[in-house]
């Protein structure tokens, strides 16, 4: 079984910053070395989850339009730990942020912020900015 666990959500005044740090259990059902491709989604009361930040090999990290200058998604494939540094919060940014896994090589995650690509997923954290 995979395991996917966030940290580092909390309550932030507008503008303030967060780090957010995901880490999936190691991979051991294929006989080939798997590390995983790891985005983060977020889901605000009353409305469906959204992609965020995306990892993309050769440079294909893609943003959600809304966060796009502000959040920075990088990842350390050595440890499966992906991390979404958020700047310049805004209260529309509350929200309990997932990070999701599917295993793969990093050459082959391409972006994606879809939900239906990945298969295990994290509990949450959440993220609470104040005005």
């Known amino acids: 079984q995979v395991t996917v666990v966030e940290s580092g959500g909390g309550s932030v005044q507008s503008g303030g910053s967060l780090r957010l740090s995901c880490v999936a259990s190691?991979?051991?059902?294929?006989?080939?070395?798997?590390?995983?491709?790891m985005p983060w989604f977020r889901q605000a009361p009353g409305k469906g989850r959204e992609g965020v930040a995306a990892?993309?090999?050769?440079?294909?990290?893609s943003y959600a339009d809304s966060v796009k200058g502000r959040f920075t998604i990088s990842q350390e494939n050595a440890n499966n730990t992906v991390y979404l540094q958020m700047d310049s919060l805004k209260p529309e940014d509350t929200a309990m942020y997932y990070c999701?896994?599917?295993?793969?090589?990093?050459?082959?995650?391409?972006?994606?912020?879809?939900?239906?690509?990945?298969?295990?997923w994290g509990q949450g954290t959440q993220v609470t900015v104040s005005s």
């Open positions: 999701a896994a599917r295993p793969d090589t990093y050459d082959y995650c391409s972006g994606s912020r879809r939900e239906v690509d990945f298969g295990f």
């Open positions: 990892i993309g090999s050769a440079g294909r990290n």
């Open positions: 190691k991979y051991t059902y294929s006989v080939f070395s798997a590390g995983y491709c």
